[in-house]
């Protein structure tokens, strides 16, 4: 019998002096499940009385003995008896119950030290090691798990043990493929990644099994956890790859992105796979013996991408748009943007593609209206319409659709390219348009002819009008609908050549006075747009407005504009007017960390900036102004000495409009003084400054500079922002993803991310944290310089509030504010530093049939009647699902004297343990947990009735950061600052409908 020569192996083990050993254990051969009967039980009982009997007295030894009781699995009574049989003459015996210690013990004797035991898990490992040899699969799996349960995680050979046990578990599930098998070699395998170094090769070899794993489950169980676990193991496995290991890392990492895809439509892992199936065939050239596999998966993915925009943009697909309304259009087009790029000019698809995305655009532009997305599409629209064949159907229908779009542009900013582009559009239109239809496309391209004529009075524009005028009417006889349509079109044609009514560009028609009133209209309206004071690099003058304008007045851009009188029409004229000054009033921008010396305004004007001194802050001043100069920019702006500081109107204004300035700049120099060689941009503290936040989103084009005043990367860039790999490090230093960093819209969106970003920053001046952010939240409030930070912070939370109702704001943890502003602010922006995470529990739909619909309706009408949280008069009124404390536990007694710890009951929730500052008193009805309610939760349900009020109550089910509030005497409401985040999860979901809803008030 096994367990006999297991401890006559260990009795065999000590000195002569010693006659049993100091500790026995007794290892189950048992499987988990198995209940030894009453046979097996004496069976065992009679073994160890064999054993008792060979054995010397044990009496003289005062040892202890353990046990683990799964050797009588079930009859823990029965296996203390035996130990205490195999044991009867010692005086002390401690019994130990796995796998959770409960301890039985006699009175204690200490042992002499000479009889110390051996570490209990060295005594495992020499055991697990002798039964591998011995290839006994179940008591060397058994013996393995007790080896790793009495190993510490500090242990050297847990690392060993748990690498072992996986081992072993792997050899039994390939040869009978147990399911618990695999969940058991895949826990010790990702606890044996997490506690090895990053970087080396074994942990790359334990990644790699692990994959292989989950894998394995995924295929089996077709889990989305596993599959989520699978892309951060193989982007592990990616972080460390060897060169000539990378392409099939960034390949596996991309098939698992495109599973993702495929399973939930998540459109950024489809974009991500296409950029690391690219970046993988750029690893491996033509000779490559894997070239042709990136080539061929990057094709896979494309065609996967392509069917997706398909199905989104074409209009047929009503059904499918039905189910995906609520997806992001932002990142919908985002893929169709990266399929754009992946597809070569070559590709049969490339037409398909840019249609689609262009439909997508225009979905996006019929409901928002940015001029931005009519600008893609008509672009994409006209890269189409030359890629076709001019005898394909498709064809028509996309110039049809351009015809559209530029129209809408021409009729909002009256560019006459725009007016040609159409007119060029409707020829091609015209051409292959056939005979029922020709009419009205005669009648299209005469009325854009005669437009262009009105415009700049060009008779031929007109003669040909007059001429498809008179074709298209004598397509349609006089029962045709359009008949009179065109005669009048016809008439009015005429009249316009005969008389020349049009507005002409004659040579006397605008005079000099004229000229000079447009462009002093034209400069007035610019120099409004920019900076009060700008810095002029041609002569380093500091320049007020009045300045700027005599400036431009004694330039040759002046003189020629004022030539152009006699060969501009008026239209013309405006048009050049404008691009010239724009171009003229161009300026840079100055984005850095305040040093020693900087020049203020008082040490600037009335001088050159070559006449100041050689401070630091003096030469990054000239520096700056040169490199603006050198980029043919003849204007410049520093907050050091471009603000009078000492007029309060000034400051204000300045604060106010200093994110539109970095917004309207045409570059913005970002010095780094603290970095001096490539890779050590995340360690600037410029990345820690409140300010210099807003001047990162903020520009558009933007160049970083190291401490010698060299270009951060290759000397050639001209916009940092649009080099992928410097933006890729940019990201990693900010935290803020790439899209936003790009192309960042200020405004209230998703303010809890945005005061993430701003969580670690800080200003010289407290208050100046919360007013670096105005711009961003895009707020206009109040400057006062010398006001605490926190209220400075509450105004602007209250203002977002107030604005938005976005109730994200308030999920945070730490300290509340110490002022009387409101206890629902955090003291400063460190709480947001954490970025809030739920795990979501799965609905189950069958539960609908035992829920009372009349109940939910009636939930669904009172949540949707909640008006929106507001601010006013210093309280917060917040709309809210009221949970009330039933009971408050203190748990244990907290090694601080100002930190407890409480178990809270309230109405259908499960209990909650909470860490707090103050201590809770026992009246808990003055106490409740609030779920916040935000309006947009329903507006985002466009569903039938049934439908909304179903997944209403299935977003009620998913767990929630709750706020815990006091009520004080006037019915008024405290929040409760709390050392953690309550995360509150419902009892069942029938108590949910009994939710009660209210509108509170807080202070």
């Not at 044991?87 to 013990?105: G, Y």
């Not at 690392?159 to 050899?171: K, V, W």
Request: glycine share 4%; hydrophobic share 40%.
């Amino acid at each position: 019998m096994w367990m006999t020569r297991h401890l006559y192996t260990f009795v065999a083990t000590f000195p002569r002096g010693f006659t049993v050993p100091s500790l026995v254990y007794v290892v189950p051969t048992q499987e988990a499940t198995a209940r030894l009967t009453d046979q097996k039980v004496n069976q065992r009982i009679s073994q160890l009385k064999s054993v008792t009997a060979s054995l010397r007295d044990n009496s003289v030894c005062k040892w202890r003995a353990s046990m683990i009781t799964e050797v009588f699995r079930g009859r823990s009574d029965t296996a203390q008896r035996a130990v205490q049989l195999l044991l009867k003459d010692t005086e002390s015996v401690e019994f130990l119950d796995s796998p959770r210690p409960a301890l039985n013990r006699m009175p204690s004797i200490p042992r002499d030290p000479r009889l110390a035991m051996k570490d209990p898990a060295d005594s495992f490992l020499k055991e697990l090691k002798e039964k591998e040899r011995e290839r006994d699969f179940d008591a060397t799996i058994t013996l393995g798990r007790a080896a790793l349960e009495y190993t510490p995680p500090k242990h050297p050979q847990h690392q060993f043990i748990l690498i072992r046990l996986a081992a072993l578990l792997s050899e039994r599930f390939n040869m009978e493929g147990m399911k618990g098998y695999l969940d058991e070699l895949i826990t010790l395998k990702r606890d044996a990644s997490e506690i090895m170094s990053t970087g080396s090769p074994e942990r790359q070899t334990v990644l790699l099994g692990l994959d292989g794993h989950l894998s394995e489950r995924f295929r089996r169980g077709d889990s989305m956890a596993d599959l989520e676990e699978i892309i951060s193991v193989r982007r592990a496995v990616l972080e460390h790859a060897p060169q000539p290991n990378r392409c099939q890392a960034l390949l596996s990492l991309a098939n698992a992105l495109h599973e993702h895809f495929q399973k939930q439509g998540t459109e950024k892992s489809m974009a991500e796979a296409l950029s690391l199936a690219q970046s993988a065939s750029g690893l491996c050239p033509p000779g490559h013996p894997d070239h042709a596999l990136p080539r061929d998966r990057l094709a896979s993915y494309l065609e996967t991408t392509r069917l997706a925009l398909k199905d989104l943009a074409n209009p047929l697909f009503t059904e499918f748009k039905k189910r995906e309304r609520n997806r992001d259009p932002d990142a919908i087009i985002m893929l169709g943007r990266t399929a754009l790029e992946f597809t070569p000019l070559e590709h049969p698809q490339r037409h398909s593609t840019l249609t689609h995305l262009a439909s997508l655009l225009s979905e996006r532009f019929n409901k928002e209206e940015r001029k931005e997305d009519l600008d893609e599409l008509i672009t994409l629209k006209l890269a189409a319409s030359r890629y076709m064949s001019p005898d394909e159907p498709q064809r028509q229908t996309v110039l049809l659709e351009l015809d559209g779009h530029l129209s809408e542009r021409f009729k909002r900013m009256d560019s006459m390219v725009d007016l040609e582009e159409i007119i060029s559009v409707r020829r091609a239109a015209l051409e292959r348009t056939p005979q029922p239809n020709r009419c009205r496309a005669l009648l299209n391209l005469a009325s854009a002819l005669h437009e262009q004529f009105q415009r700049q009075g060009t008779e031929n524009s007109i003669a040909e009008a007059v001429r498809l005028a008179r074709a298209a009417l004598g397509l349609c006889p006089r029962e045709h609908p359009d008949h009179a349509l065109l005669r009048d079109h016809l008439a009015k044609y005429v009249q316009r050549k005969v008389g020349k009514k049009a507005t002409r560009a004659h040579p006397s028609s605008t005079s000099s006075h004229d000229i000079e009133r447009l462009i002093k209209q034209a400069v007035s309206v610019k120099v409004k747009e920019i900076p009060l004071r700008l810095l002029h690099t041609p002569t380093g003058i500091l320049c007020n407005q009045d300045a700027q304008i005599s400036c431009f007045e004694g330039s040759p851009q002046y003189q020629e504009l004022l030539s152009l009188a006699s060969s501009l029409g008026n239209q013309q004229l405006e048009a050049e007017i404008n691009n010239v000054i724009s171009e003229y009033f161009e300026f840079a921008t100055l984005s850095h960390r305040w040093g020693s010396g900087e020049p203020l305004l008082r040490h600037v004007e009335g001088k050159s900036i070559d006449d100041l001194g050689s401070t630091d802050g003096e030469a990054k001043l000239q520096i700056f102004c040169a490199l603006a100069l050198q980029r043919n920019l003849q204007w410049a702006w520093s907050d050091t000495c471009c603000i009078d500081k000492d007029s309060s109107a000034e400051l204000q204004e300045a604060i106010g409009s200093m994110f539109s300035w970095y917004r309207w700049s045409s570059l913005t120099i970002v010095h780094l003084s603290d970095v001096f060689d490539g890779g050590s941009l995340a360690g600037s503290v410029w990345f820690t400054r409140g300010w210099t936040l807003q001047e990162l989103l903020a520009s558009r084009t933007v160049l970083f500079y190291t401490d010698d005043w060299s270009l951060y990367t290759k000397s050639d860039a001209v916009d940092h922002k649009a080099d992928p790999v410097f933006l890729e490090e940019l990201q990693d230093a900010t935290g803020i993803a790439k899209q936003h960093l790009t192309n960042f819209s200020p405004g209230m969106d998703d303010a809890r991310s945005r005061l993430h970003w701003a969580s670690r920053r800080h200003t010289t001046r407290p208050e100046d944290i919360a007013y670096s952010l105005f711009g961003i939240f895009q707020v206009h409030l109040p400057i006062f310089y010398g006001e605490s930070a926190q209220g400075a912070l509450g105004r602007l939370l209250a203002e977002i509030i107030s604005r938005s109702g976005d109730v994200s704001v308030l999920d945070w943890v730490g300290k509340s504010s110490a002022t009387s502003f409101n206890s629902c602010f955090p003291a400063d922006l460190a709480p947001y530093q954490t970025i809030p995470h739920l795990q979501l529990i799965p609905s189950d739909p069958a539960r609908r049939n035992i829920l009372d619909f009349k109940k939910a309706q009636r939930l669904y009408g009172e949540l949707a009647r909640l008006p929106r949280a507001g601010f006013v008069n210093s309280k917060l009124t917040l709309p809210s699902i009221i949970h009330r404390v039933m009971a408050v536990k203190l748990q244990g007694s907290s090694t601080s004297p100002s930190r407890y710890t409480y178990e809270i009951h309230a109405s259908r929730l499960q209990p909650i343990n909470v860490a707090l500052s103050v201590e809770l008193f026992e009246s808990v009805d003055t106490y409740i947990l609030v779920r916040p309610w935000h309006p947009k939760t329903l507006e985002q349900q466009t569903d039938r009735h049934a439908n909304a009020v179903w997944k209403l109550l299935e977003q009620l089910e998913q767990p929630f950061n709750a706020l815990l509030l006091k009520r004080s005497l006037r019915n008024e409401y405290r929040r409760i600052a709390c050392d953690c985040t309550i995360t509150a999860y419902i009892q069942d979901l029938a108590g949910i409908l009994d939710s009660e809803v209210l509108t509170l008030e807080i202070v």
